[in-house]
């Protein structure tokens, strides 16, 4: 079983906006997401998913193809260049990336309990006051 990674997509206010971000970084089938930090699991993300985060909520991913050096001591997370919608999944947001274990990752369909149909705005006031 893969193992995944959570990323927020930071200045990104809609889906929208996450989508035509990785439009403009789309190259030769491709997209370079830029880290500071090695993932230490780097082999099992390998077949894996990169899940965007956009306001407290899992909302799309990618899938992680190899990771690659730059120049500059950062690593290149190489993702697929198609973006897959997936059901909103609540989701705190956090700096960098996480790990996420293929059991906690958002399959193609809703998980029942309502809250991927809330409008973020909503969700966003009751995530400020821990109520999901």
């Not at 919608?85 to 029942?112: F, I, M, N």
Request: glycine share 6%; hydrophobic share 40%.
């Amino acid at each position: 079983m893969p193992l995944h990674l959570t990323k927020v997509a930071v200045r990104c206010a809609s889906v929208d906006a996450l989508q035509n971000r990785i439009a403009r970084r789309e190259s030769a089938g491709i997209v370079r997401v830029p880290t500071r930090m090695r993932p230490k699991r780097m082999a099992e993300l390998l077949g894996g998913s990169l899940h965007w985060i956009v306001k407290h909520r899992i909302v799309a991913r990618q899938e992680i193809l190899r990771f690659e050096e730059r120049s500059d001591g950062r690593i290149d997370i190489i993702c697929s260049a198609d973006l897959v919608l997936v059901p909103a999944k609540p989701k705190r947001a956090h700096q960098g990336w996480r790990y996420l274990e293929e059991k906690d990752a958002p399959t193609g369909q809703s998980d029942g309990t309502g809250l991927s149909e809330l409008p973020p705005r909503l969700y966003g006031k009751l995530a400020a006051l821990a109520l999901v």
